[in-house]
């Protein structure tokens, strides 16, 4: 199931960055970023960083932990200046360190530079080696100091002209927020496949992974950052470049699934109506006899209004999340996932006792969570359990910067839905159909990567991958 209880896809980060014409106090840079991160928490809960620039140096907070543990009011009141960029991450397995924790900030010819980044380079390995044998030293194992020493090696140039020639190197899914110590730079992939939009509140800049972030502090969403885009703000006020001029898109459809917060617009689609609109399409696929729609809160609760909108079987809240429950409580190990699953939904047996229900999630991962909330909605009394799943199969695992499970730990890779619905143990199993999913975007499908659904990546995935090689292991790859 698509929801935190089990393993779930995640995204690994969060970006966001201001730069403020004129500050009304001298940490507001660092407090409009401290809200931005707490917009984007979804995107990431292990680390937190801001690094806010004054014209002549950057410093910088960062910790493991939520925004709310990392950042005390004395600490964003050491944070002074008009420029701002932060980031909240959700590492991978083996680089949940603090010294992986971004931005990064770090020193080279031409100055200081702080750098946020989301996404995964898929030639991050190659690039490591080539950049250690010509001398570079890494501190972390994040494709992001890769980028950071590109630039490092483009010095001669400006930051622009660096940024340009390291997308040409640079292969793979990004959303990057740069900061120097008196300049913010946006740059998104060339495929836009990582989200990235650009706001404004007055004369004031503003980048945010997703627009949601805008509005926490006032701002308004002008417009996505396109994707090959560099956006630089300054005070000569906003310029764009585009080094590569690329016309193709593949913007990343999970996010719209399961990712994105639902009051977010991304590329010009409002996350919320897409949610419904996919269960609105998986009522007319899913030809099932009910009584009630329920809702995995909180992934499929949108996807289900819009099931029992289409289908008029009536929405029940079937299930219960108790939200006081701490993320310490989900460990990576089965038996604490059982557990968390009991500790974290409770059936309403009152809406589900006696009744057919039909229960809506976005995504089933492992299988696991779904099979026991299937049990718990049968041992409250209801008599058939359809699960109704509003996206097609999961079946291969993401290369550009979201966390999934390994393959074979995709239950989707290894059963067909016949075998699924009996692991899980439901009357019947529906799955969104891929045409339904892009329907339901409004979009063609060639806008989209949907490769974890399809397999076909828009990105060729070098053989070697991240770099394991000699006395160059590096484990912690993307953010
Ligand atoms: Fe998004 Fe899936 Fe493509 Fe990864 S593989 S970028 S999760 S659509």
Redesign the pocket.
Known sequence: MGNELEKH?RDECGVFGIYLRDPTAPNEAARDTYFGLYALQHRGQESAGIAVASGDRIVLHKAMGLVSEVFSPEVLDGLTGNVAVGHVRYSTTGSSHPVNAQPLVFRYLKGMVALAHNGNLVNAGELYLRLANLGSVFQTTTDSEVIVNLLARYAQDSLEDALAKSMIDIKG?YALVIMTENKLIGMRDPLG?RPLCLGRRGDSFILASESCAFYTIGAEFVRDVEPGEIVVIDENGLRSIHPLGSEEVAH????YVYLARPDSVIDGINVNRFRRAMGRQLAREMKVEADIVIAVPDSGTTAALGFAEESGIRFEEGLIKNRYIGRTFIQPTQKMRDLGVRLKLNPVEEAVKGKRVIMVDDSIVRGTTSKQIVRMLRDAGAVEVHMAVASPPTQ?S?????D?SAREELIAAKMDVGGIREFIGADSLYYLSEEGMFAAAGRIKGN??????NGR?PIPIPQTGRIDKDNFERTGGGC
Do not use: K, L, R
């Not at 993401?398 to 979201?402: A, K, M, Q, S």
């Open positions: 896809w899914a496949i990343c459809i999970f996010e291969y993401c290369f550009y910067g979201i999934t989209f990567c949907a490769a974890c659904f990546y």
